[in-house]
């Protein structure tokens, strides 16, 4: 199993659109990937979440 480190980007393209490849890879997440997690990292992703989307 490999292990990997999601970016924000790819986080927010997944819960967007469940066509593309940023779900694709959430989808293989332990199956074929370990993400690796921090705190630093969990905050970033809750300040990008919280963020208002220009649409």
């Known amino acids: 199993m490999y292990s990997i480190v999601l970016d924000t980007n790819v986080i927010v393209a997944a819960l ?3 066509r593309g490849a940023s779900f694709a890879v959430l989808r293989q997440i332990g ?3 370990e993400p690796l997690i921090s705190v630093p990292l969990i905050l970033e992703y809750e300040a990008v979440g919280k963020r208002r989307l220009n649409a």
């Open 16 to 18: 967007r659109s469940r």
């Open 31 to 33: 199956i074929q990937w």
